[in-house]
């Protein structure tokens, strides 16, 4: 069995000062570090939303959320405090104008990359717990991998006060672990 970890979106425009601040969304570096070092994955992935300047997820063209991660700015670039040299692949997500991109499983490739490499079990940690984590996670577990969400690893946007709790809540019904 082979373990790898998916860092969800530890951006700039996700952590304080950015186009949709994540509360607390730098707080989890250390861990996330920490994690990365782990000698028990064979794989570190980290993702970024990587959105092109028209995404349909932006207010201004009828979607939900401010403009961000907008593709080469710095606010779309992996936050300075996640040290690199632990990731193996960098994977950028939400490039279609026309979906929202949520899951580091839509339209990446990250399934077959995984599978390729003989991994069957996930952790999945980073920004946000209540968005793209939650996808990210119920999509791995829809391809048959188990997960386990790092809760010291995650934070919520919670658009809605108890939208993590509600995200980590079916998780957990659909079979993840969370630690």
Sequence with gaps: MAEALV????????????????????????RLNELAADPRFELVVATRDW??????????????????CVQGTEGAELHPDLDRSHLDLVIDKGQDPATEGYSAFESTGLAEL???????????AGLATDVCVLNTARDALD??????????????????????E??????????????
């Design 114 to 124: 995984l599978r390729e490499r003989g991994v069957d079990r996930l952790t999945v």
């Design 51 to 68: 959105h092109p300047l028209d995404h349909g997820s932006f207010d201004e063209r009828g979607g939900t959320w401010p403009v961000h």
């Design 7 to 30: 860092i969800v979106d530890f951006q700039n425009d996700f952590t304080p000062g950015g186009a949709l601040e994540v509360p607390d969304g730098h707080a989890i570096a250390e």
């Design 166 to 179: 509600r995200a980590l809540e079916e998780l957990r019904d659909r079979g993840a672990e969370l630690k």
């Design 143 to 164: 391809l048959d991998f188990e997960v386990e969400v790092d809760l010291e690893g995650t934070r919520g946007v919670e658009v809605r006060d108890g939208d993590s």
